[in-house]
């Protein structure tokens, strides 16, 4: 069952969503988190930095990260092990040995059937930390992804092609294509919690909670989770009309 949390300011948003991280990883010191990337999520992972400057300590969780953009070398600073390690690895103690995000340096359909195999093992994520994109994706499963997609390469809409212009240089390529974890694998986490900030999320985050469940608006299938909390600031839910429904349309 979805539940909403909508917060009046972005930062009592952001501070929600690191509080259920933090108090899962008190609990269970172990547990295998399944990271997001963004610009959402950067004020998201300084206060989880700032909590373990006062203590905290992730030195047992595993980590799995939802994507990486196919033909970048783990060391461009646009790929996301470049991303996680500025924003959070290299300011905490989780063990490198425990941090797993896909390749995007080696064939891509190696790099997505690698990723498969490693979520297999490791077993159902404890909790996954998703961010939701204008167009409604979630990790990069773009609409028209199916409710069981699996861990895949994946071709980027124009529109998130034009999004993630921001983080590359004037001039330079925005990558097409991304190894991302598959809806099936998203909705099988044992916890999912959801962040929507800003205004520009705040169609998608309608047509998500509002609209229908369906493939045209990916994030509509976090109201089939049975443990999912999504969280948005007022400007983020400014279209909500009521309630998700729970059961597809």
């Known amino acids: 069952m979805l539940k909403l949390k909508l917060l009046p300011q972005t930062e009592d948003a952001i501070d929600a969503a690191a509080q259920v991280i933090v108090d899962l990883v008190a609990a269970q010191p172990d547990a295998v988190l399944g990271l997001a990337t963004g610009g959402t999520m950067e004020p998201l992972y300084a206060r989880l930095v700032a909590a373990h400057r006062d203590g905290f300590s992730f030195a047992r969780v595993r980590t799995v ?10 060391r461009h600073p646009n790929s996301y092990h470049s991303y996680m390690a500025r924003h959070f690895f290299d300011h905490v103690d989780v063990a490198p040995e425990n941090i797993f995000i896909p390749r995007g340096e080696i064939d891509p359909q190696c790099a997505a059937a690698e990723y498969s195999a490693l979520l297999d093992r490791l077993g159902p994520v404890d909790l996954q930390l998703l961010g939701i994109g204008a167009n409604g994706h979630i990790g990069f499963n773009e609409p028209g992804t199916p409710l069981d997609a699996p861990t895949r390469v994946v071709e980027l809409l124009a529109d998130t092609i034009s999004a993630n212009a921001r983080f590359f240089a004037t001039g330079e390529s925005v990558p097409s294509h991304a190894v991302t974890m598959g809806t099936a694998a998203i909705l099988s986490a044992r916890q999912v919690v959801a962040l929507a900030t800003g205004g520009a999320k705040a169609e998608a985050l309608a047509a998500a909670l509002d609209g229908p469940v369906s493939a045209d608006c990916p994030a509509s299938y976090l ?27």
């Open 65 to 74: 990260n939802l994507d990486e953009y196919v033909g970048l070398d783990p």
């Open 223 to 249: 109201r089939l989770h049975p443990s999912c909390t999504l969280i948005a600031d007022r400007a983020a839910g400014a279209l909500l009309h009521e309630l998700p429904a729970t059961s597809a349309a």
